[in-house]
């Protein structure tokens, strides 16, 4: 079964985790495949999982243990884009270092991959989504030289595009510094991807201009820094109440079809489910969690 990550108060999912012991007529049962069924319960990222529990069967004495576990997580990818501009030049170091040590944190959840955008002189370095990339930011701060404040554009772009499909929260955590000239043209762009459902994080430090940075990033989660408080930023605290709050209550129903009903007898008093309550329903041959 998979494990529970709480990150502080947050419980970024929940499972249900239930065993049903299914008695065949006497007869020794052969399981031909363990995993019966993975797929997608509604477009909220809930997942239901039927595997057959090979250490809890008996099959010798015809006792097959059904597992269902229902996950109402949501994947999650996290890419950080680093403005590589001038004016970032003395405090870059400790960004990257303040980040890196949050998307330490991070690693611990199993629903959520992490990347990372910069741009020199038209260069794109780019980290691949991935469950660890503190190392990953040891090696860009130490390879990166600056480059132009316009070059944010183009990091930004390539942050949204590098997104999967399969990741149903996406978070752009953007660090900037100098302002580019085309304000206008970066409010667009900004405004444009948090209307397709990116979640956008910036930390603006020793910004040149406090009123365009405002404008640009209106729409984001915006945040003001200085040289002196960026080690006591909270970034992974934030990002995580970005993420889908816990859902302890999800009811749902699993069905069992003809094959089990019609050659095994379904023991419903040994229901055991780890979260919440799960009940037979003989009208229905349903499982209701």
């Not at 031909?32 to 809930?46: F, M």
């Not at 239901?48 to 097959?64: A, C, F, H, P, Q």
């Not at 984001?220 to 302890?248: D, F, G, M, Q």
Request: net charge negative.
């Amino acid at each position: 079964m998979k494990k529970k990550f709480i990150m502080g108060t947050t419980l970024i999912w929940a499972c249900l985790f239930g065993i049903f012991s299914l008695s065949a007529a006497g007869n020794r049962v052969e399981v031909v495949s363990e995993s019966h069924a993975i797929r997608e319960v509604n477009d909220n990222g809930l997942v239901l999982t039927n595997n057959i529990n090979m250490e809890k069967s008996d099959l010798v004495n015809g006792n097959v243990a059904i597992e269902i576990i229902v996950d109402n997580s949501k994947n999650t990818e996290v890419i950080y884009v680093l403005d590589n501009g001038a004016a970032m030049n003395s405090t870059k170091a400790n960004v990257i270092d303040t980040l890196k040590s949050s998307s330490k944190q991070l690693e611990s959840m199993d629903n959520v991959k992490q990347g990372i955008i910069t741009t020199t002189d038209g260069n794109i370095t780019e980290v691949a989504l991935q469950s660890s990339i503190e190392s990953e930011f040891d090696r860009i701060k130490n390879a990166a030289s600056s480059s132009t404040n316009g070059e944010i554009f183009t990091s930004i772009d390539k942050a949204a595009s590098n997104f999967t499909s399969e990741s149903k929260e996406k978070i752009m955590v953007i660090a900037v510094s100098g302002m580019p000239t085309n304000i206008t043209g970066l409010k667009e762009k900004i405004d444009g991807y948090i209307t397709k459902g990116i979640k956008i994080l910036v930390y603006g430090i020793n910004v040149n201009n406090n009123a365009n940075f405002k404008n640009v990033f209106d729409s984001a989660n915006r945040y003001e820094i200085t040289t002196s408080t960026i080690n006591n930023i909270k970034v992974a605290e934030t990002i995580t109440s970005l993420l889908p709050k816990e859902r302890p209550a999800v009811a749902i129903s699993i069905s069992f079809d003809n094959y089990i009903l019609n050659n095994f007898n379904l023991d419903t008093n040994n229901i055991i489910s780890s979260t919440g309550i799960a009940r037979y329903d003989a009208s229905t041959n349903e499982i209701i969690w």
